[in-house]
Nanobody
């Protein structure tokens, strides 16, 4: 079993910043990709960003990142972060982290999800 626990969400004013964290624990041999999705009210869940174990990052074209969102990770802590600056109302959504985990040597990886955390950008 693998658990992902997110933290750092909340209510923030437009132009403000938040840093989301997601820590994975449990049966972990290796974590491949980690990343973040988000789901706004009435919309489908969409990829925000992902990061490989080696630190290579990808940001979704459909997300208006414009340098405002930065993903990084700490492999020793099995934790992925999403730094969000200059937040806009359209960033309001539930953010979900994921980790592509190999639980035991020789097994295939499985995508595990956090429970989701609310980010609200509003004045």
């Amino acid at each position: 079993q693998v658990q992902l626990v997110e933290s750092g969400g909340g209510l923030v004013l437009p132009g403000g910043s938040l840093r989301l964290s997601c820590a994975a624990s449990g049966s972990i041999f290796r974590i491949n990709d980690m990343g973040w999705y988000r789901q706004a009210p009435g919309k489908e869940r969409e990829l925000v960003a992902r990061i490989t174990a080696g630190g290579r990052t990808t940001y979704a074209d459909s997300v208006s990142v414009e340098g405002r969102l930065t993903i990084d990770r700490h492999n020793g802590r099995n934790t992925v972060y999403l730094q969000m600056d200059s937040l806009k109302s359209e960033d309001t959504a539930v953010y979900y982290c994921y980790a592509d985990v190999v639980s035991h040597w020789g097994e295939t990886s499985h995508k595990n999800w956090g429970q989701g955390i609310q980010v609200t950008v509003s004045s």
